[in-house]
């Protein structure tokens, strides 16, 4: 059985004590507050250590916990016994009962030292594993660039091959590019620049050509001009353009003549260059360019600016910087190695400045921020240049061994990488002027080798290739103030009631487990789905397994020990994208990516591999289905992206009903042949744009995507909505919108905005449907008090909006994925976000913490106190000034009265009534509470009960007067005319059961098809089996006869 086990990461659990305790802010918020160690001076420490040498210690020099708590809190003076209990208890981690002076400093020397370490990860980039992408070039590779608008990195090399690769750096294609100039193999591309503001590309080719390829054709890759005539071969080019000015541009070009030529664009976004009158830009012809057509002027949306100071080396390096307005360019060269040309204004020529370096260099970079020019020297120097003051270097980085190949500032960080011959890669500390970090013996080895680099800073990835070689190094996300739960965006959350746990999924296939008490992470699974994105997740009803989707199509059943025990092929063997899973009784349903549902049934998971089973009710949606809600016994409701729900028999798997927020829309079910030409969702690895439509799909229209359904969630905890009429599901998704349907009788009883300006959004509702949460793009929640919305029935739709509680932002980007659980009697709300976080709140907004924060939180045992429950909250503030020192006489008196209304923090099981969820038992409770309060102050004898009816009022019922009989009763012979007991005595005859039999019972219409069909199969079974018994004897007895 090919079993996945991906590899498991074990997070030992810290000492309970060294958790802090979450402290109650004056507004009833929650925060961590600073260790008491970060809080002690040099004079505190002293004073401690005088502690350490009393005489009365016993044993000496050393301290219990108690003695640890008084002492050291009377002697520093600040902070409280309790975080001199948990610093106890953080040095005492072999839990001994005493500590001594030594523990305490190496306790504090190991705590500074990681925290130092922290500081110096923050500077010092830190990589993941150097990665060798697929090797598809067969030549030197020339460039590596990343193309903005469709997010994807192309490589070119030597012999015109484009390799275009996607974000995850997969191969999503190969291109070969050529021009009709002379033959293929005299043919070298030299280099290549994407033109950001008019999605094209430029390649420059020996046969002194440059061609320009529209990325937005329909063609593959369509050569919309191509500049011919060129006085040498263009080997080194560079792109820019004006970011608040899309029309201005300027291409610059070096060629092997060492001449530095610039074609300086002022229609970029109408056109590069002067079209004939009788042709368009649109059309699918190639334009031909000669230089000599430039330089005369005949292209009046541009203009040519050059020198030739390089005489005639080859220029390895060109740029232009806006912030100087200069040209830059290099040689290896010693006269004249770096030339500075200064563009101004209203001259036709160029201002020129050079450096003049020895033995030359090999390339060279600017950083506008810093003003700094750094050199990569051949006589293995870096020198670092004012632009201005070109005598002499302002400083000179030394230590590399070999010849310096390229050099690349990274802004952001203030540092410089640079690349040498005998392949070491260095990053330098530009304020310093000192080597931070030196990466060698990780690159291939070849002797002799050309390199391209390329540092793509955005995405912190670094590419350099060797010869036709590709490798990559990913820099690891900064510690930054901001913590983050996962290192990619998280895309599910879920909560183990069973473990107590929460579980989160994000877009790197990693799953990772942590501990709601005190956001501890337990354990993580990587790469369970390879290197696919974990887009959904689901439990099943024991919470002992756990289900995973991808976007690589398929399901898998894990246990909590990493072990994979059933693969679902879900999309059958096609990458797609899932998007909610849903475990019933007796099957899994899987929906997201086409207008059927996907079912597998629970007693075909024998084998490791597992295909589909049919599922009967065919196709009734008109577009992909995306979320789907059960009800028991058999209620299943599905939600598509055009706003169509679906209602479910889930035994028989027929369709009963349609819901649609627009009633005159017309619904029809389409036939299960057309499910692969229905519009498929585009499956997309950013979570923020998981409901984004390709151009193929059905529903384009604006009012589809407005009635989208994300989100559906089924009211279980509302009883006799069949008497009262009221919603019974909820359902979210497109502009902003919440639904409420009452699927019984086929209603909308009322919707809301919730996220005004919101494309989709997300919800989640509590067990006790109390609580509507919701999340939006910008990673705000929403928490909205439902308990009464929509509660009755009504023939018009309400539209007004219900209490809306809290409104808080937890997170920075968008909320992919919330959750509800209730633990030590509180309601905590889990976020999940694109942000890489997760959130862990309160249904006020108050924040309990993140996961993956550095310190962990106590969630400590508070009652759940609702905030519209103000008559209640004072009622239990009287309560607790009762049961204060000042007190004590009407305590004692009163003791069993008290404990019907006094809070234990231990609450026992059978003390939990489900009637105080239902909005009656509330309300029933407070005026209760009121009733026995005032019961206590005048003295009433009240007995102890628990339960439902625990706060009833028990007492000695009232003496009544004897009530009289009426005289119709006493004497019904006068009133009603009749002997009764003669009416009584006639038995009334009752037709014969085969009268009134009109027809036999017919088993079809009385039991299910699904039952007869197995007894048909049954009966054949037996049959057979006699059948073949029957033969066997024959057999048998013949074989005994001949003998």
Same mark, same amino acid.
């Given at each position: 059985m090919n079993n996945q086990n991906p590899p498991v990461i074990e997070r030992h659990p810290s000492s309970p004590a060294a958790a802090l305790a979450s402290e109650e802010s004056s507004d009833g918020g929650r925060h961590l507050g600073e260790s008491i160690e970060n809080k002690l001076s040099i004079k505190d420490f002293t004073k401690i250590q005088n502690l350490f040498k009393s005489p009365e210690l016993n044993p000496p020099e050393c301290m219990s916990k108690e003695e640890f708590m008084e002492r050291t809190y009377a002697a520093v003076g600040h902070g409280m016994k309790e975080e001199y209990g948990d610093l106890f208890d953080k040095i005492d981690v072999s839990r001994e009962g005493f500590i001594d002076w030594d523990k305490l400093t190496s306790f504090m020397l190991?705590? #500074?030292?990681?925290?130092?370490?922290?500081?110096?990860?923050?500077?010092?980039?830190?990589?993941?594993?150097?990665?060798?992408?697929?090797?598809?070039?067969?030549?030197?590779? !020339?460039?590596?660039?990343?193309?903005?608008?469709?997010?994807?990195?192309?490589?070119?090399?030597?012999?015109?091959?484009?390799?275009?690769?996607?974000?995850?750096?997969?191969?999503?294609?190969?291109?070969?590019?050529?021009?009709?100039?002379?033959? #293929?193999?005299?043919?070298?591309?030299?280099?290549?620049?994407?033109?950001?503001?008019?999605?094209?590309?430029?390649?420059?080719?020996?046969?002194?050509?440059?061609?320009?390829?529209?990325?937005?054709?329909?063609?593959?890759?369509?050569?919309?001009?191509?500049?011919?005539?060129?006085?040498?071969?263009?080997?080194?080019?560079?792109?820019?353009?004006?970011?608040?000015?899309?029309?201005?541009?300027?291409?610059?070009?070096?060629?092997?003549?060492?001449?530095? !030529?610039?074609?300086?664009?002022?229609?970029?976004?109408?056109?590069?260059?002067?079209?004939?009158?009788?042709?368009?830009?649109?059309?699918?012809?190639?334009?031909?360019?000669?230089?000599?057509?430039?330089?005369?002027?005949?292209?009046?949306?541009?203009?040519?600016?050059?020198?030739?100071?390089?005489?005639?080396?080859?220029?390895?390096?060109?740029?232009?910087?806006?912030?100087?307005?200069?040209?830059?360019?290099?040689?290896?060269?010693?006269?004249?190695?770096?030339?500075l040309a200064w563009r101004e204004k209203g001259k036709p020529h160029l201002r020129t400045t050079s450096l003049n370096i020895t033995k030359g260099i090999n390339g060279f970079d600017y950083d506008s921020g810093l003003n700094i020019i750094a050199t990569a020297g051949i006589d293995h120097k870096i020198c670092l240049w004012n632009p201005y003051v070109v005598s002499k270097p302002t400083g000179i980085l030394q230590g590399n061994m070999a010849s310096v190949i390229t050099v690349k500032f990274i802004a952001s960080r203030k540092q410089l990488f640079s690349f040498s011959k005998d392949k070491v890669l260095r990053v330098w500390d530009i304020h310093h002027q000192v080597c931070i970090q030196r990466i060698a013996g990780i690159f291939p080895k070849t002797l002799e080798f050309q390199l391209s680099f390329y540092f793509y800073e955005p995405h912190g990835r670094l590419f350099l290739s060797f010869n036709n070689h590709l490798s990559v190094l990913e820099m690891k996300k900064e510690a930054s103030k901001r913590d983050t739960s996962h290192e990619k965006p998280v895309t599910c959350v879920l909560y183990n009631s069973t473990f107590t746990q929460v579980i989160s999924s994000d877009t790197g296939s990693t799953i990772t487990f942590w501990m709601i008490d005190t956001g501890r992470k337990i354990k993580q699974f990587a790469g369970c789905h390879g290197n696919a994105e974990i887009s959904t997740m689901a439990l099943d009803a024991s919470e002992t397994r756990l289900l995973t989707g991808s976007t690589d199509g398929t399901v898998k059943i894990w246990d909590f020990n990493g072990h994979c025990h059933h693969k679902l092929n879900a999309g059958r063997d096609r990458a797609v994208e899932i998007s909610q899973i849903l475990v019933l009784k007796r099957s899994i349903l899987v929906v997201g990516w086409e207008r059927i549902i996907t079912v597998f049934r629970l007693n075909t998971l024998t084998q490791y591999l597992v295909q589909p089973s049919e599922w009967k009710g065919g196709v009734q949606h008109h577009d992909d289905i995306l979320c789907a809600a059960f009800l028991p016994p058999q209620s299943l409701v599905t939600g598509s992206y055009d706003g169509e729900m679906v209602v479910w028999n889930n035994n028989t798997e027929n369709a009963s009903r349609k819901l649609h927020p627009c009633p005159s829309k017309t619904l029809r079910s389409k036939s299960d042949s057309q499910i692969q030409s229905a519009g498929k969702r585009s499956i997309s690895s950013s979570t923020s744009g998981r409901y984004t439509r390709s151009s193929s799909g059905f529903c384009s229209t604006d009012s589809d995507s407005n009635n989208t359904v994300t989100r559906l969630f089924f009211l279980g905890a509302r009883k006799h909505i069949s008497a009262t009429g009221g919603a019974n599901l909820a359902s979210c998704g497109g502009s902003g919108y919440v639904r409420f349907w009452n699927i019984f009788r086929n209603q909308l009883m009322g919707e809301f905005q919730a996220h005004e300006g919101a494309s989709f959004i997300v919800m989640t509702i509590d067990k006790a449907n109390n609580y509507l949460i919701t999340g939006d793009l910008d990673g705000w929640i929403k928490v909205w008090d439902i308990q009464e919305y929509c509660i009755d029935y009504s023939e018009k739709k309400t539209m007004e909006l219900p209490p809306l509680v809290k409104s808080f932002q937890p997170h920075s980007d968008c909320i992919t994925h919330l959750e509800t659980c209730t633990h030590n009697h509180c309601l905590l709300i889990i976020s999940a976000s694109a942000d890489c976080s997760i959130s862990v709140s309160d249904e006020l907004g108050n924040l309990v913490g993140i996961f993956g924060q550095e310190e962990h939180w106590r969630i400590e045992k508070w009652s759940v106190i609702l905030e519209g429950d103000n008559e209640l909250d004072n009622i239990q503030e009287t309560t607790g000034a009762l049961t204060s020192p000042h007190n004590e006489t009407a305590v004692q008196s009163d003791s069993h009265g008290l404990q019907l209304f006094t809070e234990h923090k231990e609450e026992l099981p059978f003390k939990n009534s489900p009637w105080e969820n239902t909005i009656l038992g509330r309300k029933y409770r407070r005026n209760g509470l009121k009733e026995k309060l005032h019961s206590n102050f005048i003295g009433d004898s009240i007995q102890n009960a628990i339960g439902t009816f625990g706060l009833l009022s028990i007492g000695s019922l009232q003496e009544t007067a004897e009530m009289s009989k009426p005289d119709f009763v006493v004497n019904p012979d006068k009133y009603f005319g009749e002997n009764v007991e003669e009416k009584t005595s006639n038995i009334v005859q009752f037709p014969t059961f085969t009268e009134t039999l009109k027809a036999v019972f017919d088993e079809g219409s009385l039991f299910p098809r699904e039952i007869l069909e197995r007894e048909v199969e049954a009966k054949q079974l037996n049959e057979r089996k006699f059948q073949e018994l029957k033969i066997k004897r024959n057999k048998k007895t013949t074989r005994i006869i001949e003998k």
């Amino acid at each position: 059985m090919n079993n996945q086990n991906p590899p498991v990461i074990e997070r030992h659990p810290s000492s309970p004590a060294a958790a802090l305790a979450s402290e109650e802010s004056s507004d009833g918020g929650r925060h961590l507050g600073e260790s008491i160690e970060n809080k002690l001076s040099i004079k505190d420490f002293t004073k401690i250590q005088n502690l350490f040498k009393s005489p009365e210690l016993n044993p000496p020099e050393c301290m219990s916990k108690e003695e640890f708590m008084e002492r050291t809190y009377a002697a520093v003076g600040h902070g409280m016994k309790e975080e001199y209990g948990d610093l106890f208890d953080k040095i005492d981690v072999s839990r001994e009962g005493f500590i001594d002076w030594d523990k305490l400093t190496s306790f504090m020397l190991l705590e #500074l030292y990681e925290k130092d370490e922290r500081v110096k990860s923050s500077v010092i980039p830190q990589w993941k594993d150097i990665r060798s992408l697929p090797l598809i070039h067969k030549e030197n590779i !020339q460039k590596v660039v990343y193309l903005k608008g469709s997010c994807r990195y192309v490589t070119l090399s030597k012999d015109g091959l484009l390799g275009v690769w996607g974000e995850n750096l997969k191969l999503q294609r190969s291109l070969r590019i050529s021009t009709d100039t002379v033959k #293929l193999k005299d043919l070298w591309a030299t280099s290549l620049v994407f033109l950001a503001n008019v999605n094209k590309v430029a390649v420059a080719f020996t046969s002194k050509e440059i061609c320009f390829y529209d990325l937005n054709s329909k063609q593959d890759l369509f050569c919309q001009y191509k500049l011919r005539g060129l006085p040498a071969t263009p080997i080194c080019m560079d792109y820019w353009n004006n970011p608040d000015d899309g029309n201005d541009a300027i291409l610059t070009f070096g060629d092997v003549n060492g001449q530095v !030529q610039a074609i300086c664009f002022s229609a970029a976004m109408i056109s590069l260059f002067e079209r004939p009158a009788n042709s368009t830009e649109d059309q699918q012809t190639t334009l031909y360019i000669t230089w000599k057509e430039l330089i005369c002027g005949f292209h009046k949306c541009c203009s040519i600016e050059k020198h030739g100071l390089h005489e005639n080396n080859w220029v390895r390096e060109v740029t232009y910087s806006a912030h100087l307005e200069a040209f830059l360019s290099c040689t290896t060269s010693d006269n004249n190695t770096v030339i500075l040309a200064w563009r101004e204004k209203g001259k036709p020529h160029l201002r020129t400045t050079s450096l003049n370096i020895t033995k030359g260099i090999n390339g060279f970079d600017y950083d506008s921020g810093l003003n700094i020019i750094a050199t990569a020297g051949i006589d293995h120097k870096i020198c670092l240049w004012n632009p201005y003051v070109v005598s002499k270097p302002t400083g000179i980085l030394q230590g590399n061994m070999a010849s310096v190949i390229t050099v690349k500032f990274i802004a952001s960080r203030k540092q410089l990488f640079s690349f040498s011959k005998d392949k070491v890669l260095r990053v330098w500390d530009i304020h310093h002027q000192v080597c931070i970090q030196r990466i060698a013996g990780i690159f291939p080895k070849t002797l002799e080798f050309q390199l391209s680099f390329y540092f793509y800073e955005p995405h912190g990835r670094l590419f350099l290739s060797f010869n036709n070689h590709l490798s990559v190094l990913e820099m690891k996300k900064e510690a930054s103030k901001r913590d983050t739960s996962h290192e990619k965006p998280v895309t599910c959350v879920l909560y183990n009631s069973t473990f107590t746990q929460v579980i989160s999924s994000d877009t790197g296939s990693t799953i990772t487990f942590w501990m709601i008490d005190t956001g501890r992470k337990i354990k993580q699974f990587a790469g369970c789905h390879g290197n696919a994105e974990i887009s959904t997740m689901a439990l099943d009803a024991s919470e002992t397994r756990l289900l995973t989707g991808s976007t690589d199509g398929t399901v898998k059943i894990w246990d909590f020990n990493g072990h994979c025990h059933h693969k679902l092929n879900a999309g059958r063997d096609r990458a797609v994208e899932i998007s909610q899973i849903l475990v019933l009784k007796r099957s899994i349903l899987v929906v997201g990516w086409e207008r059927i549902i996907t079912v597998f049934r629970l007693n075909t998971l024998t084998q490791y591999l597992v295909q589909p089973s049919e599922w009967k009710g065919g196709v009734q949606h008109h577009d992909d289905i995306l979320c789907a809600a059960f009800l028991p016994p058999q209620s299943l409701v599905t939600g598509s992206y055009d706003g169509e729900m679906v209602v479910w028999n889930n035994n028989t798997e027929n369709a009963s009903r349609k819901l649609h927020p627009c009633p005159s829309k017309t619904l029809r079910s389409k036939s299960d042949s057309q499910i692969q030409s229905a519009g498929k969702r585009s499956i997309s690895s950013s979570t923020s744009g998981r409901y984004t439509r390709s151009s193929s799909g059905f529903c384009s229209t604006d009012s589809d995507s407005n009635n989208t359904v994300t989100r559906l969630f089924f009211l279980g905890a509302r009883k006799h909505i069949s008497a009262t009429g009221g919603a019974n599901l909820a359902s979210c998704g497109g502009s902003g919108y919440v639904r409420f349907w009452n699927i019984f009788r086929n209603q909308l009883m009322g919707e809301f905005q919730a996220h005004e300006g919101a494309s989709f959004i997300v919800m989640t509702i509590d067990k006790a449907n109390n609580y509507l949460i919701t999340g939006d793009l910008d990673g705000w929640i929403k928490v909205w008090d439902i308990q009464e919305y929509c509660i009755d029935y009504s023939e018009k739709k309400t539209m007004e909006l219900p209490p809306l509680v809290k409104s808080f932002q937890p997170h920075s980007d968008c909320i992919t994925h919330l959750e509800t659980c209730t633990h030590n009697h509180c309601l905590l709300i889990i976020s999940a976000s694109a942000d890489c976080s997760i959130s862990v709140s309160d249904e006020l907004g108050n924040l309990v913490g993140i996961f993956g924060q550095e310190e962990h939180w106590r969630i400590e045992k508070w009652s759940v106190i609702l905030e519209g429950d103000n008559e209640l909250d004072n009622i239990q503030e009287t309560t607790g000034a009762l049961t204060s020192p000042h007190n004590e006489t009407a305590v004692q008196s009163d003791s069993h009265g008290l404990q019907l209304f006094t809070e234990h923090k231990e609450e026992l099981p059978f003390k939990n009534s489900p009637w105080e969820n239902t909005i009656l038992g509330r309300k029933y409770r407070r005026n209760g509470l009121k009733e026995k309060l005032h019961s206590n102050f005048i003295g009433d004898s009240i007995q102890n009960a628990i339960g439902t009816f625990g706060l009833l009022s028990i007492g000695s019922l009232q003496e009544t007067a004897e009530m009289s009989k009426p005289d119709f009763v006493v004497n019904p012979d006068k009133y009603f005319g009749e002997n009764v007991e003669e009416k009584t005595s006639n038995i009334v005859q009752f037709p014969t059961f085969t009268e009134t039999l009109k027809a036999v019972f017919d088993e079809g219409s009385l039991f299910p098809r699904e039952i007869l069909e197995r007894e048909v199969e049954a009966k054949q079974l037996n049959e057979r089996k006699f059948q073949e018994l029957k033969i066997k004897r024959n057999k048998k007895t013949t074989r005994i006869i001949e003998k």
